[in-house]
C-alpha cells in the first residue's frame, strides 16, 4: 500500500503527475485543490478542510495519490505519507506550464473541479491580485526553499523523498514504481 503526496509550485504538473501515478498504481487520485474550493472560489474553513482531507486520506485501503502543497496541513497529509515527490522544475518551465495551462482554460471554459462552477477567466488570470499566475511568481523560490528545508529536517525523517527536476525524471519515475507494483 503506497501513500505518496506530489508537491510543487503552482503549475509545475502535481495534478497530472498524481493522476498518472494513481492509474499506474490503481491507488485513489485525492485532489486538494477539490477539497478546499467550494462554489465562487470560496475557500473552505480551516478546521471543516482538515476533516475532509482526513476523511478523504483514511477512506483508502489501497493507498493514495494526493497532489497539493497546502503547508498548514502537513501534519494530517505527512502523518503516513511514504513519500513526497517533490516537482521542483525551473522558473521559466513553470511559468510557461502556468500561462499554457491558464489560457487552455480560459478558451475552454473548463470547470476546474465538478460542481464548483470555479473557472479560470481571462480577467482573473491577467487583472487580478488573485491570478494563479501571480500566486506562481511569487511563491516559486519560497517553495524551493521550504521543500529545500523539509527534506532535511528531522521531523519528516520517517518519510522518502525524491526531488524531480525535470519531467523526463517524472516518467521515469513512473516506470520504476510500475515495475516495483508488479
Avoid at 3 to 26: F, P, Q
Avoid at 100 to 109: F, G, P, Y
Wanted: charged share 25%; hydrophobic share 40%; aromatic share 12%.
Amino acid at each position: 500500500m503506497m501513500k505518496i503526496n506530489v508537491v510543487g509550485t503552482s503549475g509545475s504538473g502535481k495534478s497530472t503527475l498524481a493522476k498518472r501515478l494513481a492509474e499506474t498504481l490503481d491507488v485513489p487520485h485525492i485532489q486538494m485543490d477539490q477539497l478546499f474550493w467550494k462554489d465562487h472560489w470560496q475557500a473552505t474553513p480551516d478546521a471543516e478542510f482538515f476533516d475532509k482531507l482526513s476523511n478523504a486520506l483514511h477512506e483508502s485501503t489501497t493507498g493514495w495519490i494526493l497532489d497539493g502543497n497546502f503547508n498548514r496541513t502537513r501534519d494530517i497529509k505527512w502523518r503516513d505519507v511514504d513519500l513526497v515527490i517533490w516537482l521542483d522544475y525551473g522558473f521559466w518551465r513553470v511559468f510557461g506550464q502556468s500561462l499554457c495551462r491558464a489560457i487552455t482554460r480560459i478558451v475552454s471554459n473548463e470547470e476546474l473541479w465538478p460542481g464548483t462552477g470555479n473557472r479560470e477567466s481571462f480577467r482573473k488570470t491577467f487583472m487580478s491580485r488573485d491570478s494563479i499566475l501571480v500566486w506562481m511568481l511569487t511563491n516559486w523560490r519560497s517553495n524551493r526553499r521550504r521543500y529545500f528545508a523539509d527534506m532535511v529536517n528531522p521531523h519528516y525523517r520517517h518519510i522518502q523523498f525524491i526531488r524531480l527536476s525535470h519531467p523526463k525524471e517524472a516518467a521515469w519515475l513512473i516506470d520504476r514504481l510500475a515495475q516495483q507494483g508488479q
